[in-house]
């Protein structure tokens, strides 16, 4: 790639935004086909505009960020030092003991990282031990139409899987410390990055409605608890619910309640892990995605994807649309590949918009909000006959781990989006053996222009990223720098980090990997009795 590739890209993007004002507000945004926005916004377009967009249609957005227009802002350059250090801002990484006991537990460590791409970021992610059964839990929370619903997600949906597993004791203990007002047992520990931020204001909301779910558990007299499965599969129900119950329900504190508005119009996808021994569960509700890395007995790799994207090109997601709303309605619950024609996961939290029905979204906006000043989009597709469209019914896989599965990638779809399963494997694989920065033996090879060129081409990659200790960061760097022939472009890579706030959606989502390495060894004991 030429020395003016970001003169390229960010002139492109400049050419592909069409903004127009819409009574106050103001508009912007058309992606490409990759890389489209999730919620799709319709609004009146003046004549002049219509059809004038390269990508055929407007992906409509409030714009309140700066959109640079000086011509020297074309021409930012980051040193490798400086590409590594916003490549690795986000990272984090930590060895799993067993929090009892000492014994090696069956993960050995994680990898994580994140790099934004909307301003603020939407993307979440939460990893963390249950104190009071046992387990590790990772997630992956991707946030749409905000991040409000992201956070929310991130830091209550593991709590309630955890409430879901205590046996009927440990949840009359809890019980009893909230009635005598004395301390809770503690639940989870945290293993977040430091960047990721807690709504301190409102958690005793959420711990009453967490205690009432608790509640209810005690009323089923189980004496062990729910299984992985109905506890996954519950906790995600019932996070949606109450997200959906808090925003209807009167709230007298100002702060709660336009949080509450703003994490029920938002919406999250959200993929979650539970790792216990050698059982692993996957639940997964929209288009986050996690996968394993085999290594057979013979030394090759191979990937077991874990989860079904939930969208329009997933044959069984568009038949339970169907089977879910009146026959009439089979060529309207799908427009554009999106759902309804404004959604492109059909599984996700919040998203209120597409649940509720219209004389409940009025008769909640009519409150006294200021929809206007918390974003809030005040719009119902069209074709909207028999709410709810969308669910947060997570789908829940079991794997019970083996000696050759190594590891477990965690990602959110701006990842997915730049890299297939196969390649996320392989570059994993080729970090943890350090494959790129090998020496290529040339006297076994024709030595012509383009093996010189790719040499070159090499050795200038390898300064760029030999020094990556994160596999998180390894994939990140290689979704937005590799060429549509999956070589590394240390310009493409520099470039696509400095495209301004305004501009850098267009081109890539937000991305968040979390990378899990089993240890083998722990295992193989398992199975031979050890």
């Not at 520099?494 to 850098?504: F, N, V």
Request: glycine letters at 6%; proline letters at 5%.
């Amino acid at each position: 790639m030429s020395s003016t590739v970001s003169y390229w890209i960010l002139n492109s993007a400049r050419n592909h935004i069409a903004t127009f004002q819409g009574g106050r507000r103001l508009y912007s945004r058309c992606v490409s086909n990759r890389n489209q926005s999730k919620w799709k916004l319709f609004s009146w377009v003046p004549p002049t505009l219509k059809n004038s967009s390269p990508c055929g249609s407007f992906a409509l957005q409030k714009a309140y960020r700066h959109t640079s227009t000086e011509e020297e802002d074309f021409h930012l350059q980051l040193s490798p030092e400086q590409v590594n250090e916003v490549l690795r801002a986000g990272e984090s990484a930590y060895k799993i003991l067993d929090f009892n006991s000492g014994v090696p537990n069956s993960v050995l460590r994680f990898e994580s990282n994140q790099l934004a791409a909307n301003s603020p970021v939407e993307d979440r992610r939460g990893i963390a031990s249950c104190l009071q059964t046992s387990g590790l839990m990772f997630g992956i929370f991707d946030g749409h139409g905000g991040h409000a619903c992201a956070q929310a997600v991130s830091e209550r949906l593991f709590y309630y899987v955890a409430v879901s597993l205590m046996s009927h004791q440990t949840l009359e203990q809890m019980e009893g410390a909230m009635e005598n007002m004395k301390p809770l047992l503690p639940i989870l520990q945290w293993l977040k990055h430091p960047g990721d931020s807690i709504y301190k204001d409102i958690t005793s909301v959420h711990l009453d409605h967490l205690r009432v779910y608790w509640q209810e558990l005690l009323d089923l007299h189980m004496e062990l608890g729910l299984s992985i499965e109905e506890a996954l599969m519950y906790s995600f129900q019932r996070l949606d619910s109450d997200i959906s119950l808090e925003i209807q329900a009167p709230l007298e504190d100002e702060v709660t309640k336009n949080l509450s508005l703003q994490v029920a119009f938002s919406g999250a996808t959200a993929c979650m892990a539970h790792v216990n021994g050698v059982h692993l569960h996957v639940a997964n509700a929209g288009d986050c995605r996690a996968i394993l890395g085999v290594q057979e007995d013979n030394g090759m790799w191979s990937c077991l994807p874990l989860t079904h994207d939930h969208n329009a090109w997933n044959p069984a997601e568009l038949s339970r649309l169907k089977r879910e709303h009146p026959e009439s309605e089979d060529k309207t619950i799908i427009i554009d590949d999106r759902l309804l024609g404004v959604l492109m996961p059909c599984r996700a939290f919040g998203d209120v918009q597409l649940k509720w029905s219209k004389e409940l979204q009025r008769n909640v906006l009519e409150r006294g909000f200021d929809t206007e000043a918390l974003n809030i989009y005040q719009f119902t597709p069209p074709h909207y006959y028999t709410p709810p469209y969308l669910t947060a019914k997570p789908e829940v896989t079991y794997h019970r781990l083996r000696p050759q599965d190594k590891f477990l990638v965690l990602a959110s779809d701006g990842l997915w989006d730049m890299l297939d399963n196969e390649d996320v494997v392989r570059l994993v694989v080729g970090h943890l053996s350090k494959a790129g920065c090998h020496k290529p033996d040339l006297a076994q090879r024709p030595a012509n222009l383009g093996l010189m060129q790719s040499l070159l081409l090499q050795r200038k990659v390898s300064g760029l990223h030999a020094a990556d200790q994160n596999a998180a960061t390894h994939l990140i760097r290689h979704a937005i720098g590799s060429n549509e022939y999956g070589e590394m472009e240390p310009d493409r890579l520099t470039a696509m980090l400095t495209l301004p706030e305004d501009l850098a959606r267009m081109y890539r989502d937000d991305i968040t990997v979390t990378v899990v390495y089993f240890n083998s060894d722990s295992i193989d004991a398992y199975y031979k009795g050890g």
